[in-house]
């Protein structure tokens, strides 16, 4: 009896009993709404884990990722804790503790999920752009490679007021809300920061349209009509229309008409010009939720130039300029006539024009012309000689040192010395008619015949 008392008192607890309850600790970094734990990327995470079970349980760590099997962390009879440093997402997913008593071989476990968040390593990006289908805008703010997605506002600046807030970051606006020049900010923000978040604005404009005014096609040939569209955001739609004055149609691509866009940039190339078909205004409209801008161009078709045609007129009508221009000379100006007709006649350059202008002048003329009738006497009475022509004086009241003014001014005395001389010149020539007479041999070989 004493001996069962003994043994009573000691093995009391000789008896496996439990494990009863498990307890486990995460110092994670928060916890979500519906009580799950997530740590922020980089952070030290410590687990732990009791549980009340004779004799002391063995507990054990696994770890199961998404997707993927079971993973044995290891055990331990002592020491029930552990610390991960330096946490990242490969370690996001299930924890599980599980406490085992070695006599009695029951066991209970407790898992837990634990997330590992990180937040996007660059800054947001906005943008603005039509709404698909409709010519609405619709704001888009993204801020990628965080986890989970952050959180957006859209908000008007100046003022603040707020747009829209939501997790996709993407806002709708009507035109009505809308004016050239306003700005839009976007602020996202992001579980685990930074506290002041981030953000990025966007500023709308209405479009700007530069094109040339006029263009021209050769019937048969081809043209380009170019449209260049400036200052827009979000970039406008660019069309192109025949003409205001009809039902405002669109043209389309087809085997007369190219229409390309690269960038802002839009050209129309017309094939094959007809002027019955083509000529015309054209319409280059740019178009985005701010407003409307439109420009006009003329486009002219003409037939082709008749390049030798053109030639052949320049070359006549220069051909014709000349002889107007050297008939002018020749009219105007009689001395240039004379020097030409000297030249032409072959004159010799021995021939002096003798200026008079005074009576004394005169006065030695008639003087010299006396002289050479005595002169004329004297060789009557001599064997007539040869006169030169080349070499004899003309006496002209015409130019004085080239002034063509003085010779339109005594053009008349110029008329009447050259008929003074002509009557000169003819009284020479009958003298030297008769001198010739006087000495004809013939005439001398009568008179001697009668003498002898």
């Known amino acids: 009896m004493n001996s ?39 952070s030290r995470v410590n687990f732990s884990c009791n549980s009340s079970s004779w004799p002391p349980p063995m507990v054990e760590w696994w770890f199961q ?16 804790s552990f610390s991960l440093l330096l946490i990242s997402p490969n370690l996001q997913g299930n924890y599980t503790c599980l406490a085992l008593n070695l006599l009695s071989k029951r066991h209970r476990k407790v898992t837990t999920e634990l997330l590992v968040y990180y937040p996007p390593p660059s800054a947001p990006q906005c943008r603005a752009q039509m709404a698909s289908g409709s010519f609405m805008l619709q704001l888009t703010c993204r801020w990628d490679g965080g986890y989970p997605d952050p959180n ?13 807030k939501s997790k996709l970051g993407v806002e709708t606006l009507n035109k009505s809300q809308l004016s050239d020049g306003k700005k839009f900010k976007c602020a ?9 978040g981030a953000s990025c604005v966007v500023q709308i404009r209405g479009p700007s349209v530069l094109s040339e005014p006029m263009k021209t096609c050769f019937v048969g040939g081809n043209v380009t009509l170019t449209c260049q569209v400036s200052g827009a955001y979000p970039p406008a739609k660019i069309l192109w229309l025949r003409n205001l004055t009809q039902p405002e149609v669109v043209i389309q691509p087809s085997s007369r008409h190219l229409i390309t866009q690269d960038g802002q940039n839009s050209t129309l190339t017309i094939h094959n010009c007809s002027q019955d078909l083509d000529e015309g205004y054209y319409v280059c409209r740019a178009d985005n939720p701010i407003g409307v801008r ?20 320049i070359v006549s009508l220069l051909l014709l300029g000349l002889a107007i221009i050297s008939g002018l000379m020749l009219y105007y100006s009689p001395v240039l006539c004379w020097k030409v007709g000297n030249t032409f006649r072959g004159q010799n350059m ?3 024009m003798v200026l008079v202008d005074s009576e004394e002048e005169e006065e030695e003329e008639e003087e ?37 003014e003085q010779m339109g001014n005594g053009f008349q005395d110029l008329q009447g010395k050259l008929f003074f ?7 020479k020539t009958s003298e030297l008619g008769m001198v010739a007479q006087t000495c004809n041999p013939s005439t001398l070989g009568g008179q001697g015949r009668k003498i002898a």
């Open 4 to 42: 069962y008392m003994i043994n009573a008192i000691l093995f009391p607890l000789s008896f496996p009993g439990g494990p009863y309850q498990i307890e486990v600790h995460i110092s994670a970094t928060g916890t979500l709404p519906n009580g799950t734990l997530y740590a922020a990327k980089g």
């Open 65 to 80: 990722a998404l997707n993927s099997s079971s993973e044995f962390f290891g055990h331990n009879l002592t020491v029930n």
């Open 152 to 164: 957006f506002l859209w908000i008007e600046e100046p003022g603040g007021v707020m747009v829209g």
């Open 188 to 196: 996202a923000t992001h579980v685990v920061g930074p506290e002041s």
């Open 294 to 313: 439109e420009v006009d161009i003329w486009l002219s078709v003409k037939e082709p130039l008749n390049i030798g045609g053109i030639v052949g007129t």
């Open 350 to 352: 021995d021939d002096v």
């Open 368 to 404: 010299d012309a006396a002289a050479e009738e005595e002169e004329g006497v004297h060789e009557r009475e001599e064997f007539p000689k040869e006169i030169p022509k080349q070499n004899h004086i003309h006496r002209v009241t015409a130019l004085v040192n080239g002034n063509i």
């Open 421 to 427: 001389l002509k009557q000169t010149e003819n009284k």
